[in-house]
């Protein structure tokens, strides 16, 4: 299943960025794409299989949300096995639409592995799969215990005070 998901997710971030470009930059674009992703090559790194977009996941377990902050908007999904089913459908959701994500700063993050205990896994606590969406000042801005659409985080972070102010200031 894993590599199924992998192959999915690469294909997805390929997918997107090269929809705005011309056909000729397309057609060179494809030829660099590789036919097929190795699994033992990509076996426990999600980020690595995927092309630089800006809206690349990245592995909780690599990062802390300081680095984050007054930058950008983390989204973290969180799931107890990187085969449960609501991780893979938050993921396709989050790469199906990544425009409207990037145009708020946000970054994704995913944590799929309990027994690393990474920093951000222990200072949110979620059980079993969670969707976290934090504020720029590092505030949790809301949990979601279930997959949720982009409509439906970008909704939710439009309402966000700092949010309401970048627009009143024209920054988004």
Do not use: H
């Not at 699994?39 to 377990?61: F, H, K, N, W, Y």
């Amino acid at each position: 299943m894993r590599p199924i998901f992998l192959t999915f997710l690469a294909f997805l971030a390929c997918a997107a960025p090269l929809a705005a470009q011309s056909a000729a930059e397309l057609e060179d674009a494809l030829d660099d794409t590789p036919d097929a992703i190795d699994p033992a090559q990509t076996e426990g790194d999600v980020a690595g299989v995927l092309p630089i977009t800006g809206m690349e996941p990245r592995d909780a377990s690599e990062v802390s949300l300081s680095e984050f902050l007054w930058i950008a908007r983390p989204v973290i999904v969180f799931a107890d096995s990187p085969n449960d089913p609501r991780f893979i459908e938050q993921m396709q959701l989050l790469a199906d639409r990544p425009a409207p994500l990037l145009e708020r700063d946000v970054v994704i993050l995913f944590d799929s592995d309990p027994s690393a205990r990474s920093e951000i896994r222990t200072a949110l606590r979620p059980r079993g799969f969670a969707l976290v969406v934090i504020q720029k000042d590092g505030a949790v801005g809301f949990r979601r215990p279930a997959p949720r659409d982009v409509r439906e985080i970008i909704r939710g972070i439009d309402n966000f005070q700092f949010r309401q102010e970048e627009l009143r200031m024209g920054g988004g």
